[in-house]
């Protein structure tokens, strides 16, 4: 059981630092940064609404949480997403990337995770996007550290960074799942069945 647990907790170091050297190996986007100004809170609380139901508790509570310790984002994607684990977990999810210039993108999400992690989920997605200029820069792994516990209807966010970009996923799923993960989520944009 012990030899077990070192392996699992290797495996997990390794999948982490595999995710950071691939974002840090990552060339930066040519050309200057798009003058864009972030989007104000009240209009993306209004989205969030619209897109999870008026009726979804908790959801506010939540993105005021991001605001406070992000300001307000650059971006935000609209989606959705399944995944499960029994230790080693998988999740699949796809939506629309918006920024506030009135462009937007079909972007696609995968990414493995390790960890103490059991159950399955599938929840409608709302991510908060912050230093991010273009939707080629969100085309990479973005690595995170995921203490998730999921009830029926239940609302989480966690934290996904590479270098100085930050992606908050506000999730609002039904479905079981609970434990502590480690992992990344890599975006593209097509879809691939490949989690890493």
């Known amino acids: 059981m012990r ?17 950071c050297a691939a974002s840090r190996a990552r060339a930066p ?4 940064a798009a003058d864009r100004e972030p989007y104000q809170q009240d209009t993306v609380l209004d989205e969030a609404e619209n897109f999870f ?6 959801v506010a509570d939540v993105l005021n949480r991001v605001f406070a310790d992000n300001g307000p984002p650059d971006a935000y994607i609209k989606g ?8 080693i977990g998988l999740r699949y999810g796809h939506g ?3 920024f506030k210039d009135g462009t937007s993108s079909k972007v696609y999400w995968r990414g493995p995770s390790l960890g103490i992690d059991l159950g399955g ?10 230093n991010v200029d ?4 969100l085309f990479q792994r973005f690595g995170g550290v995921e203490g998730s516990l999921y009830y029926v209807g239940g609302v989480g966010v966690t934290y996904n960074r590479s270098d100085d970009a930050v ?6 799923g039904v479905g079981w799942r609970q434990g502590v993960n480690v992992g990344y989520l890599h975006l593209s944009p097509r879809r691939s069945w490949v989690p890493f």
């Open 53 to 58: 139901g008026a009726g979804a508790r908790g």
């Open 167 to 172: 992606l908050a996923p506000v999730r609002l």
């Open 134 to 137: 273009d939707v080629d820069q």
């Open 121 to 130: 989920s599938a929840a409608k997605t709302f991510v908060l996007i912050y």
């Open 3 to 19: 030899a077990l647990r070192t392996l699992s907790i290797a495996c997990a170091v390794a999948l982490v630092c595999t995710a």
């Open 96 to 98: 629309t990337v918006y």
């Open 80 to 87: 959705e997403e399944g995944g499960g684990a029994v230790g």
């Open 29 to 32: 986007a040519a050309g200057p």
